[in-house]
Nanobody, 125 residues
Framework: QLQLVQSGGGLVQPGGSLRLSCVASGFTLDYNAIGWFRQAPGKGREGVSC??????NYADSVKGRFTISRDNAKNTVYLQMNSLKPEDTAVYYC????????????????????WGQGTQVTVSS
């Protein structure tokens, strides 16, 4: 069964940090693009960050605070989130393509074939 399983998330105070993990099972992530998206209550899904084999990009709202990384040996992608703000509160989703992807398409949710179950991140004092 092909799936992405997420972990991490939770409640953190403003300025705090969290790390989200996304583990693939049933397929390898070596040649895939991986994206992180989020959806806040009452809002649409927003691209946060994505990574291909050669590059990564970030939404302006998280640039300098979030870092995406991949460990192909563990078939896992991470999203390290630092200096968290209340406006980062959302359900976060990881997503993977079924194969290589043009990097310019990396930020588009429709580029992805597999999605994680979502994990809640709440930033509040």
């Amino acid at each position: 069964q092909l799936q992405l399983v997420q972990s991490g998330g939770g409640l953190v105070q403003p300025g705090g940090s969290l790390r989200l993990s996304c583990v693939a099972s049933g397929f390898t992530l070596d040649y895939n693009a991986i994206g992180w998206f989020r959806q806040a209550p009452g809002k649409g899904r927003e691209g946060v960050s994505c990574i291909s084999r050669i590059d990564a990009n970030y939404a302006d709202s998280v640039k300098g605070r979030f870092t995406i990384s991949r460990d192909n040996a563990k078939n896992t992608v991470y999203l390290q989130m630092n200096s968290l703000k209340p406006e980062d509160t959302a359900v976060y989703y990881c997503a993977a393509t079924s194969g290589p992807l043009l990097f310019r398409l990396c930020a588009l949710s429709e580029s992805y074939n597999y999605w994680g179950q979502g994990t809640q991140v709440t930033v509040s004092s």
